[in-house]
């Protein structure tokens, strides 16, 4: 093993805590705290189909395109779009060039929700962040922005919408 595999492999420790550590900045502890400051119609589930519905439009996905970011069935998925129609947060409209298809669209009521996260996502990062220098702080989001495109650039999935948002480490809620 050489220096750069044992660097990538303390990366790849340090991001797998970052996203699922009990106190990580994306595990369960501070997930709650984060969904528990948001309406409650929403489940982790569905909040990151509506994140992931804003990520892809216009025009929106189809539950297909769902289902596949769930890793679930049609069905599952069709579950949690029927959830948030009723919540008012989406829509379904019917695709302007193949009519048998139907998309998803945010409601204005699901863009206000979405904002609303992004304020709660921002002030929860501000306090893990309190005591960073500014001069850290632009450092850290430099690099992220250079992970983020690397890594889309290299490791795309091939057939996803948006390869990009496989690499967004940004996100609060990874719907589990």
Do not use: K, Q
């Not at 550590?21 to 969904?35: I, K, Q, T």
């Not at 893990?128 to 650039?153: I, M």
Request: aromatic share 4%; hydrophobic share 40%; proline share 5%.
């Amino acid at each position: 093993m050489n220096d750069r595999d044992e660097e990538l492999r303390g990366l790849d420790a340090v991001l797998r805590e970052l996203r699922h550590a009990r106190f990580g900045l994306y595990g369960p502890l501070v997930r709650e705290r984060f969904l528990g400051g948001l309406p409650a119609d929403v489940t982790p589930t569905g909040y990151r189909v509506l994140r992931f519905v804003e990520a892809s439009s216009p025009p929106g996905p189809a539950v297909s395109d769902i289902a596949a970011l769930l890793l679930s069935d049609r069905a599952r998925a069709v579950r949690v779009v029927d959830r948030l129609t009723v919540a008012g947060l989406v829509t379904r409209v019917r695709d302007t060039v193949d009519r048998r298809v139907r998309r998803v669209e945010l409601t204005d009521a699901g863009r206000r929700h979405i904002e609303l996260a992004a304020a709660r996502r921002t002030r929860l990062l501000g306090e893990a962040v309190a005591d960073w220098p500014d001069e850290d702080l632009a450092r850290l989001t430099e690099f992220l922005e250079r992970l983020n495109a690397s890594v889309a650039r290299h490791l795309p999935v091939s057939g996803a919408p948006g390869a990009s948002e496989v690499a967004d480490v940004s996100d609060v809620s990874d719907g589990r």
